[in-house]
């Protein structure tokens, strides 16, 4: 997650009370990082229960990955309001109380009784979560000295990139050992500890507020186009896309929406998006790469974990710890990337991830039927090397050149627009690995009509082996459907890997960016 550098913290920061020493500052931080825990943590968490949600509750695994883009999206709209809820009521409680209704959005997931109500309270918990990690962030600035400052940003940067590496782990042995609803049930006493440490220290170190004015045109008209665009895509496969009215309305939805909204944003004098920032070259190509970098990414990480549930045999704990390595890797050298990054042009280092996440792709476009273990965690190494450096740098590129007074402005953009591209990802990823599929399956299908003699030897052997012939004809279709499968996964990483190379040279177009030695950005 990018730095977001919210202004009423920065200001608290040196008119403030004295910084925090001893037991209360370290009890202080473990409770702020608490929060920025719990809510990466659910970013990613879900990303192996979905086969086991979707099981339960009965729906497909396509209709279980709301339960991811639905949270996504909700998150993504709620960050530009953060700035405003911030200045109009102190950092202090503004954070307390996303923490606190957080919680309770867990809790609510937690009890859900069908598709629909866990949904519901997913955008609810998404909405709710936008201030924590800003929040967290800031306070954490505030309450230490300045000469520990990077001490404090060391925290919250390492606590960002340990949380995805907890979440598939901790999501597969709860769906493994537990009930898939204490993936969220988990986070109730932790954000209960969090709340009440977090108020009792902090209360009196609130910062100054304003009566701002609120854009809440410009955010109902967010809520409306990214809501219908977000409902078509997840909804558009199993209603046959154009072929249905509601898609045609959802679309035409969005796109009226969407260009209201920009209409608006560019007239309005406090809008809740400030556009006028992709005037800046550096930020408009900059937030292109980064979207559309983690999107591929982001989608990645969805479709591995989900088809070596449903198509490999893989328990959701060994889903995620095939997931895991990324994490330890990018935890091992994030450091030292933010010492590089002071000295070499961000542009190397953007290109460098680039690179590794395209050799992290093309390494498992290469998998096989019989793929073991090992071979599937190599790919994941090198995809930590990308995540090391993909997020500081891409950030350093779009913020470069911006105006201080308009950077937290431009981290919320930033923001907002990278999660949003996420959800959207992850709703297509499923409809272009189904739809890949359906085509494999059918060029499969044709080359094994019912005479060929190949097939006819694959189905005797298995009668030989005891199947009666109904059994033995499920028993090769399965494996048709699983090859299919395959080679779907395999041409969803092939392409990935192609797309972020061809993202280099957009790189390559921005202007020379250094950093300041600011905050490192972590992945959300």
Not at 34 to 50: R, Y
Not at 328 to 342: G, K
Request: charged share 10%.
């Amino acid at each position: 997650m990018a730095a977001q550098d919210s202004s009423p913290a920065a200001g608290a920061a040196s008119t403030g009370p004295a910084p925090m020493t001893g037991i209360l500052l370290a009890v202080t931080s473990i409770a702020l990082a608490l929060g920025t825990f719990m809510q990466v943590l659910d970013s990613t968490i879900a990303n192996v229960s979905i086969p086991t949600i979707a099981g339960n509750l009965g729906v497909s695994t396509s209709q279980g990955t709301w339960v991811i883009t639905s949270f996504a999206v909700a998150n993504g709209v709620s960050v530009p309001l953060t700035g405003w809820l911030m200045g109009r009521y102190g950092v202090v409680k503004t954070f307390v109380a996303s923490v606190l209704l957080f919680t309770l959005a867990s809790f609510l997931c937690g009890i859900s009784w069908n598709l629909s109500s866990l949904i519901g309270f997913r955008i609810l918990q998404g909405l709710v979560s936008g201030p924590m990690i800003p929040g967290s962030q800031a306070l954490l600035i505030m309450i230490f000295p300045a000469s520990k400052r990077g001490t404090a940003l060391a925290i919250w940067s390492m606590t960002t990139l340990v949380a995805p590496i907890c979440g598939p782990i901790l999501g597969g042995y709860i769906s493994d050992n537990l009930a898939w609803p204490w993936i969220f049930l988990i986070n109730v006493p932790i954000g209960l500890i969090c709340a009440f440490l977090c108020w009792r220290g902090m209360a009196t170190r609130e910062t100054p507020t304003r009566k701002a004015p609120i854009d809440t045109t410009g955010f109902m008209l967010l809520l409306v186009w990214v809501g219908a665009l977000q409902v078509m895509l997840d909804t558009g496969k199993d209603a046959d896309w154009f072929n249905s009215p509601a898609i045609v309305v959802e679309t035409l939805v969005a796109i009226v929406g969407f260009i209201a909204w920009v209409i608006w944003e560019l007239h309005e004098k406090n809008p809740i998006v400030d556009l006028s920032l992709f005037k800046s070259r550096n930020f408009t190509l900059g937030a292109v790469a980064l979207c559309l970098g983690y999107a591929v990414f982001f989608g990645s990480n969805l479709l591995q974990p989900l088809w070596l549930q449903t198509r490999m045999g893989y328990i959701a704990t060994w889903a995620g710890l095939v997931a895991a390595p990324s994490g330890v890797v990018a935890v091992f050298l994030t450091p030292f990337t933010a010492r590089l990054m002071q000295k070499v042009d961000a542009r190397w280092i953007a290109t460098l991830s680039m690179v590794a996440f395209a050799l992290s792709f093309y390494m498992r476009s290469g998998f096989t039927p019989g793929v073991d273990f090992k071979a599937l965690v190599w790919p994941m190494l090198v995809q930590g090397v990308a995540m090391s450096t993909f997020f500081i740098s891409m950030v350093t590129i779009s913020l470069n050149g911006v105006p201080p007074h308009q950077l937290p402005s431009a981290s919320g953009l930033s923001n907002f627009s990278r999660i949003t591209a996420g959800s959207f990802a992850a709703s297509l990823t499923t409809t272009v690995w189904d739809r890949s599929e359906s085509l494999h399956q059918t060029r499969i299908s044709e080359t094994m009509a019912s005479n060929d003699p190949a097939w006819l030897a694959a189905l005797e052997q298995m009668q030989a082996a005891g199947m009666s012939h109904a059994q033995a004809v499920g028993a090769a279709t399965s494996q048709v459907i699983n090859q299919a499968y395959l080679l779907a996964t395999v041409d969803f990483f092939r392409a990935s890997a192609w797309l972020t190379v061809l993202l280099i040279p957009v790189i390559w177009l921005t202007n020379k960016a250094m950093s300041g030695g600011g905050a490192p950005a972590a992945a959300d």
